[in-house]
């Protein structure tokens, strides 16, 4: 069965960097493309970053663009999220998220069950 | 980039019709999709494309697309309904998603 696993949350001070991973199985990874999206405490869900099947392609949102860089190493199963200069509006629950796009209609089936980042002075 | 705009809030009584909607620009060129989130849990996908619903979800749960809104429809809402709902679809630019604010829904 399809299993996404989040792991690298921590509480950190304002300014540090953070390497958040998600690990995959049950399906084959390398033929899908990976989404990171993100939570704060109490509010809605924020898309962040995705990354085509074979890493060639990765896209921000505007809000993270320049401090976030999205990564996969298809041997180990494994997308990355990097985050430099952390703020404390960056504090959240962050998913990793495998997208289906079957005939072009596209949708988040499998999700990671998060893990918790906290900015904090 | 585009916007996805959901109510913020609707209640619904119990075994009666509830209709969450979701309006962008975006949604007239691209099918949406919906997830529910309950508290502490990581959303769920429970309606995508043209009305499409994945396996295990109940069939009170449907999706229908006019102009720029689309819609999630649950027909005889549960107690366990009451949750939290997000649309979520592709950007005007092509290659990043957005997701809607969010409805949370009560059920009286």
């Known amino acids: 069965q399809v299993h996404l696993m989040e792991s690298g949350g921590d509480v950190v001070q304002p300014g540090k960097s953070l390497r958040l991973s998600c690990a995959a199985s049950?399906?084959?990874?390398?033929?899908?493309?990976m989404h990171w999206v993100r939570q704060p405490p109490g509010k809605g869900l924020e898309w962040l970053a995705v990354?085509?099947?074979?890493?060639?392609?990765?896209f921000y949102a505007d809000s993270v663009e320049g401090r976030f860089t999205i990564s996969r190493d298809n041997s180990k199963k494994m997308v990355h999220l990097e985050i430099t200069g952390l703020k404390v509006e960056d504090t959240a629950v962050y998913y990793c998220?495998?997208?289906?796009?079957?005939?072009?209609?596209?949708?988040?089936?499998?999700w990671g069950q998060g893990t918790l980042v906290t900015v904090s002075p | 980039s585009s916007e996805l705009t959901q109510d913020p809030a609707v209640s619904v009584a119990l075994g009666q019709t509830v209709k969450i909607t979701c309006q962008g620009d975006?949604?007239?060129?691209?099918?949406a999709s919906w997830y529910q989130q309950k508290p502490g849990r990581a959303p769920i996908l429970v309606s995508y494309?043209?009305?499409n619903r994945p396996s295990g979800i109940p069939a009170r749960f449907s999706g229908s697309r006019s102009g720029n809104t689309t819609s999630l429809i649950i027909t005889g809402a549960q107690a366990e309904d009451e949750a939290d709902y997000y649309c979520?679809?592709?950007?005007?630019?092509?290659?990043?998603?957005?997701f809607g604010g969010g409805t949370r829904l009560t059920v009286l």
């Open positions: 998220a495998r997208l289906d796009r079957p005939r072009n209609v596209e949708y988040f089936q499998y």
């Open positions: 990354i085509s099947h074979d890493g060639s392609n990765r």
């Open positions: 979520n679809c592709r950007d005007s630019n092509d290659y990043h998603m957005v």
């Open positions: 049950g399906f084959n990874f390398n033929s899908f493309i």
């Open positions: 975006s949604l007239r060129t691209y099918y």
């Open positions: 494309g043209n009305n």
